[in-house]
């Protein structure tokens, strides 16, 4: 800040910055002041009359105010964040989601900026004096995107073995896959053994939850080509009486099947149609 002093002709002007212990001859580019103070101005005049004038400086402010921005999220959510700012100094907060130098690319923080995504956000604080202080903040734990899941495994053909279910999930937030037999109960699928072993026909529900919360409910797996269980098998021959003629003998089973017989040891065959003729 440069005072300037205004005088009549002849008289001479002094002035002081420590509360008058000491006093400078006054020049006509003026007192620069540099920080807030006190000015005192002493006008001599050509006959000895003094006059004195005092100057408060109080406006000067160099400092930048302090900004604190808060909300972020530490942790995943699929939820929106608002984040909001504090500052001292009467400072104003702006933010900016390009960081350009044109001032319409930066809005007043107000109560607050809701984020949807993850992103990079910038911000700074004003003071009334022009000083500036800036915060960067960087958002990247929002996840509104439910994870992929995928099961494979289920047979469509008869077997007597055990059905293996893979569950293969994907996710930016590390998803777990759960999987249960009620659709009420639910335990965590072995990533490492990396399958779930079924020995029983049933129907097999899972789901899949990241860090965020989002769920993904894949449609329910439905086991029912396992068969451990042995038909019963019914022999019957057309003749049950020593016979000098060909007997026909006659098989039915309790479930359907492929049927294979075997002649005195020789190969098995499966033309079984009727019955086998022996004669």
Known sequence: VVLLANTEAGATVKYSIDGGANWEDYKVT??????????????TD????????EIVVDKIDKVAP?????????????QSITLTGTTSDDAVIYYST?????????????????????????????DKAGNEVTQTVVVDKIDKVAPTLDITGN??????????????????????VY????????????????????????TVYFKSIDAAGNVTTAEPVVVDKIDKTPAVLTLSADKT??????????????????????????EWKTDYVDGVEMT
Not at 155 to 176: E, F, R
């Open 155 to 176: 047979v469509n053909d008869w077997t007597n073995g055990d059905v293996t279910l893979v569950a293969t999930t994907m996710d930016d937030s590390s998803a777990i």
């Open 179 to 202: 999987y249960s037999f009620d659709n009420a109960t639910w335990h965590v699928y072995d990533t490492t053994a990396n399958e779930l072993v079924i020995d029983s026909n049933r």
């Open 66 to 78: 302090a900004i604190n921005i808060t909300g972020n999220a530490a942790d995943w959510t699929n």
């Open 46 to 53: 050509s006959v000895g009359n003094v006059t004195t004038q």
């Open 241 to 266: 009486a020593p016979t000098n003629d060909k007997v026909v003998v006659s098989l039915t089973a309790n479930e359907a099947g492929t049927i294979r017989y075997q002649i005195n040891g020789g």
């Open 30 to 43: 003026g007192v620069v002041m540099k920080e807030n103070g006190t000015v005192i101005f002493k006008v």
């Open 98 to 126: 390009t960081n350009s130098n044109d001032p319409a690319d930066w809005k007043a923080l107000g109560t607050g900026l809701i984020v949807d995504a993850n992103g990079t956000y910038y911000f700074k604080a004003v």
